[in-house]
């Protein structure tokens, strides 16, 4: 993630270095640079930066700049090759701190190794196929909440539902965790509110964006150390991650997690693990609502491996063309559309000189629509990733790269598909207008102005 997205304005980065005057830079309006456009559009900007300036760019803002790394080659040094030479920018770090503290979002070097390995064993494949039953659940729950011809809010509804998969998968909550729930759903949202202002006004002043964040990041610090608190009293695995969490070994003899540590972790899930996935699910239903070829064919391969009996985690390698529609949802919508990195050190990249503190960035949502790597790169088509498909692995990061790619992928594929095959045989969402969404690039990039469509009910004879 980059603070940059949302709105900016001068003050939002590093003074322009004398090594990287001579990278060329797209046209802008004096003093302001590139702020206008940026403002306006900042997912279609760099995506016109990238294609007409070249691998490299200096997008200035004011007499600020940052540089964009278009280049998926460049970006795979950077990530896989390189990566011991850059860090996450302080200033995205400085302004995730403030809600999730010092998770894996945030954590550098030797204690984000550390972080690593006590968090992943909590995401093991064995471990997900638990939180499976929860993702099929309450995609049920959602489904029978609709009726056929009502309209509804996409977005709204898949981040209803991905909170509650998340918070019972970390908490074990029921019926009764509707606090948690409303909790979570406030402190994400403050934590977006935040990040679009930029943090530019210092935090002791009584803003309305600094006294709902103060005020969300305590009610949940409230809620995450009580759990916390009756589960280490109880003992034993719960089953959910804040167990896992508890009772996680560090392999190389490291210290277990601190109950400070575990609130950080769990904060940063929820943050990392819950809009992101919805996300990706609003889009899969904007695809799938302009395709119903892609939907009849999608019908079709779950009714001949599911018939009528829900999926679970261990269907998901017998349905390939499901999994399919997943990558191209994440090819062509990314989620986490921006990342920045900083060096640590003066290094080469690209045939430029950059230096510590300047900031580095790059879109996943601009390298999977390079054409050079992705014919028609605007088309939803799935058959991409069909077995045999030869895909340039350093184009393809939905999830990043290298070791700090995200700990949560494997969940994330697995809750996008098992939803899907939830609900795709059962209901139609139409889309309610036939123009192309229009984009706003945020924490993650959504649909500007929501995502409204129509529900129909699919008749058992059609299935």
């Given amino acids: 993630m980059i603070a940059a997205a949302g709105r900016v304005s001068p003050g939002t980065s590093n003074l322009v270095d004398v090594t990287t005057q001579t990278i060329p830079s797209p046209p802008g309006l004096p003093l302001l640079g590139n702020l206008r456009e940026m403002n306006r559009d900042m997912p279609g900007f760099l995506q016109r930066t990238a294609r007409t300036t070249g691998p490299v760019s200096r997008v200035r803002m004011g007499p600020l700049s940052m540089l964009l790394i278009a280049d998926p080659l460049l970006v795979h040094e950077m990530l896989v090759k390189r990566p011991q030479e850059f860090a996450k920018s302080w200033r995205t770090t400085r302004l995730l701190q403030g809600h999730v503290g010092d998770g894996l979002l945030t954590r550098e070097g030797a204690e984000n190794r550390r972080h690593r390995r006590l968090v992943l064993p909590t995401l093991h494949t064995q471990r997900i196929a638990r939180y499976g039953e929860i993702m099929v659940g309450e995609s049920q729950r959602l489904l029978g909440s609709w009726a056929d011809g009502q309209r509804v809010e996409v977005v709204e509804e898949m981040t209803q539902l991905t909170l509650r998969i998340v918070g019972q998968s970390l908490f074990t909550v029921d019926d009764d965790g509707d606090e948690v729930f409303a909790a979570v759903h ?266 409204r469509m129509t529900v129909r009910r699919v008749a058992d004879t059609a299935r």
């Fill in 186 to 451: 406030d402190f994400v949202n403050s934590l977006n509110a935040y990040l679009l202002s930029f943090g530019l006004l210092p935090g002791w002043l009584p803003t309305r964006t600094h006294r709902w964040r103060k005020a969300s990041v305590a009610r949940m610090d409230r809620i995450s150390y009580e759990l916390i608190r009756l589960r280490r009293e109880r003992g034993g695995d719960g089953g959910d991650l804040l167990s896992m969490l508890i009772g996680a070994t560090d392999p190389e003899g490291g210290p277990a997690l601190t109950d400070t540590e575990i609130r950080d972790e769990l904060l940063t899930m929820f943050f990392a693990g819950h809009e992101t996935s919805a996300t990706a699910l609003t889009w899969a239903f904007y695809e799938l609502g302009r395709h119903p070829e892609i939907v009849a064919k999608l019908r079709a391969e779950l009714a001949a491996v599911l018939g009528e009996r829900p999926a679970t985690m261990a269907d998901l390698p017998h349905l390939p063309y499901l999994g399919q529609v997943v990558k191209e949802t994440l090819r062509r919508w990314p989620p986490g559309w921006i990342f920045d990195r900083t060096p640590l050190v003066e290094t080469q990249l690209g045939g430029h000189t950059v230096t510590p503190g300047q900031i580095l960035f790059f879109s996943p949502y601009v390298i999977h629509t390079d054409p050079a790597y992705w014919p028609e790169p605007e088309q939803f088509r799935p058959e991409r990733f069909a077995p045999g498909t030869e895909i340039a692995r350093e184009a393809y990061l939905p999830f990043g790269d290298g070791p700090r790619i995200c700990v949560g992928n494997r969940f994330a594929e697995a809750e996008i598909a098992l939803v899907l095959a939830t609900l795709v045989p059962r209901v139609t969402l139409e889309p309610v207008s036939d123009q192309p969404a229009q984009l706003s690039g945020q924490a993650t990039i959504r649909p500007k102005g929501g995502l």
